[in-house]
C-alpha cells in the first residue's frame, strides 16, 4: 500500500487518487534563462522517479511540467543580449530538454509555457477581483491575502511569522501599493519598455505565481492529485498558487504536496545560483557519465539533502559499479547457461526480494531503501547464483527483475567497452603491481582515480577485472 508524505498535512498518507487508476501530476519546471544546474536537476529526477513508481504500480499519469518564459530575471537578460524574451526561452528550453533527457527523465505529457496561457490567466484575475480576492493599484494586481483564511497553512507559517519578512520580497514602490505587506502580484503593470500585453487592468504581464496555477487548472482540472516541486517553493510559490488558486474555484486545489530536499555543498549549504555555489547540469554532463549522474541524482530519498562533493562522488561510483558489475556478471552467466530444469526455489527467492523493493518505494517512494534491496539482491547473485545456477530461464527472470526495478529508478542497462586510454591503461598497471607488493595505501588511491575515470573494478579470487563503462 503506497504512502506518500503531504507537505499540507505533514505526515504520511495512503495515496487514494481522485479517479484511479488515473493520477494528475503538476511539477513545477524552470524559469528559462539559464542552464540548470544539479539541484534543479535533482527535482527533475526525483519526480520523473515518483512517476515511473506510479506507472509500475499500475496507475495512468498525466504528467504536466511548465517554463516559466516570462519574468525579471529573463526581461534583464534578454535585454543584455540584446535579443527578445522568447528568443533566450526557446534557447534555454531546447538546452534543458536536451539535458534532461541525458538523465533519462521521461517527456511530460505536457510542457506549457506560460506566455501561451495569457488570456486565460486575464480571465483568472477579473475572477478574482469581482470575487473580492484580488485589487487593482498602480496598474498592478494584488491578491489579497488575509481574505485566504488557511494562508500559511502549507509553509506550517503563522501570518505575523509572514510578516517579519514580508517587506523583503518586494521594493518600495510595490509596498506602497499594496494593501497589505503580505499580498502579492497577480499582474504587473508595464515599465519601460519591457515586454507586455494588454488587459483591462492595462498593459503589463503576469506574476509567477498565477501562471503556475493557470497551467495546472486549465490542464489537469481544479483539484489535482500531486503537486511537487524543491522545497524551496513551498514558501511563497506553492502558498501563493493555493491561495488563488482555492480562492477562484472553491474546491481544494492538492490533494498530495510532495516536495524534494535540496543538493548541498559546503556542510550542508543549499546549491543555488544565488549563492554562486552551483554546477550546472550543462557543466556536470561534461564532467560525469549521465547515466551515472542520474544514479547520483536519486540515490537518496527525496525528502532528505543530498550532499554534493569528491567523496561523495567516489562512494557513488563505487556503489554504481556494483550495479553495472552485477547485470555484467548476469549477462556473462546467461551467455553460459544450459536448459537444465527451472528451479521453482529461485523464483520464491525472487518473489521476496521484489516484495522488499516494493515495500521500500512503498514508504513515500524511498529509493535509499530500495537501493538496499537492490544490493542485497547482488550479494545474493555473487553467493548463491552465479557460478552455480546454470538455467537459462532463471537467470534470465533474475536479471528481469533487475533491469525493472533499475528502469524504475531510471538507471540504464549499459554496454562495456575496451580500455584504451594509455592513461588509464598505465593507473591500471600501477594499480595492479601495487597490490603485488601489497601497498594498499597506494592501491586505494589508485583505485579511486580509476572510479572517478569510469572504469569498473572488481577484485575476485582470480584477479583483478576492469572494464569502462
Given at each position: 500500500m503506497l504512502k506518500v508524505?503531504?507537505?499540507?498535512?505533514?505526515?504520511?498518507?495512503i495515496f487514494t487518487p481522485l479517479f484511479p487508476p488515473n493520477v494528475t501530476m503538476y511539477v513545477c519546471g524552470p524559469t528559462v534563462y539559464n542552464y540548470i544546474h544539479i539541484g534543479n536537476a535533482r527535482s527533475a529526477v526525483a519526480f520523473d522517479t515518483i512517476r515511473r513508481y506510479l506507472i509500475y504500480s499500475g496507475y495512468k499519469v498525466r504528467f504536466v511540467s511548465n517554463f516559466t518564459d516570462v519574468d525579471d530575471k529573463m526581461i534583464r537578460r534578454a535585454a543584455k543580449e540584446k535579443i527578445s524574451v522568447k528568443e533566450l526561452a526557446d534557447r534555454y528550453i531546447g538546452f534543458y530538454n536536451d539535458e534532461i533527457q541525458k538523465l533519462n527523465v521521461m517527456p511530460a505529457t505536457v510542457q506549457p509555457r506560460a506566455t501561451s496561457y495569457i488570456s486565460k490567466i486575464i480571465e483568472f484575475i477579473k475572477h478574482l477581483i469581482n470575487s473580492g480576492y484580488a485589487y487593482q493599484s498602480g496598474g498592478d494586481v494584488y491578491f489579497h491575502t488575509r481574505k485566504f483564511v488557511s494562508y500559511g497553512k502549507l509553509s506550517d507559517q503563522s501570518l505575523d511569522?509572514?510578516?517579519?519578512?514580508a517587506s523583503e520580497h518586494t521594493n518600495e514602490l510595490e509596498q506602497k501599493r499594496k494593501k497589505d505587506p503580505l499580498d502579492f502580484a497577480l499582474w504587473k503593470g508595464r515599465v519601460d519598455d519591457e515586454i507586455y500585453w494588454n488587459s483591462p487592468f492595462g498593459p503589463g504581464r503576469p506574476g509567477w505565481h498565477i501562471e503556475c496555477s493557470v497551467m495546472a487548472i486549465s490542464e489537469l482540472g481544479n483539484t489535482i492529485d500531486i503537486h511537487g516541486g524543491g522545497e524551496d517553493l513551498k514558501f511563497p510559490h506553492h502558498e501563493n498558487e493555493r491561495a488563488q488558486s482555492e480562492a477562484e474555484t472553491g474546491e481544494k486545489f492538492v490533494k498530495y504536496w510532495l516536495h524534494n530536499a535540496f543538493v548541498t555543498v559546503n556542510d550542508a549549504e543549499k546549491m543555488s545560483k544565488s549563492a554562486g555555489n552551483f554546477l550546472t547540469l550543462h557543466e556536470a554532463l561534461k564532467k560525469y557519465e549521465p547515466n551515472f549522474l542520474r544514479f547520483f541524482l536519486v540515490q537518496t530519498n527525496y525528502r532528505k539533502p543530498l550532499p554534493y562533493g569528491m567523496e561523495q562522488i567516489v562512494q557513488a561510483r563505487r556503489n554504481y559499479q556494483r550495479i553495472m558489475n552485477g547485470i555484467y556478471n548476469l549477462n556473462q552467466a546467461i551467455e553460459s547457461a544450459s536448459t537444465d530444469e527451472k528451479s521453482s526455489n529461485i523464483t520464491k527467492q525472487i518473489q521476496q526480494f521484489e516484495h522488499q523493493f516494493k515495500k521500500a518505494m512503498d514508504d513515500d517512494f524511498n529509493v535509499q531503501n530500495a537501493l538496499t534491496v537492490i544490493f542485497?539482491?547482488?550479494?545474493?547473485l555473487n553467493k548463491s547464483v552465479i557460478g552455480i545456477v546454470k538455467n537459462y530461464n532463471n537467470l534470465k527472470e533474475i536479471k528481469k527483475n533487475l533491469i525493472i526495478w533499475l528502469q524504475i529508478l531510471g538507471i540504464k542497462?549499459?554496454?562495456t567497452d575496451e580500455i584504451t586510454d594509455p592513461e588509464v591503461i598505465s593507473l591500471i598497471n600501477q594499480r595492479d603491481a601495487a597490490r603485488k607488493s601489497k601497498n594498499f595505501a597506494l592501491s586505494d588511491k589508485l583505485r579511486d582515480e580509476l572510479i572517478q575515470k569510469g572504469i569498473s573494478i572488481e577484485d575476485t579470487g582470480k584477479g583483478t577485472k576492469y572494464r569502462k563503462k
Open positions: 508524505y503531504n507537505t499540507l498535512t505533514r505526515k504520511k498518507e511569522e509572514l510578516m517579519v519578512g542485497d539482491y547482488l550479494k545474493w542497462e549499459l554496454k
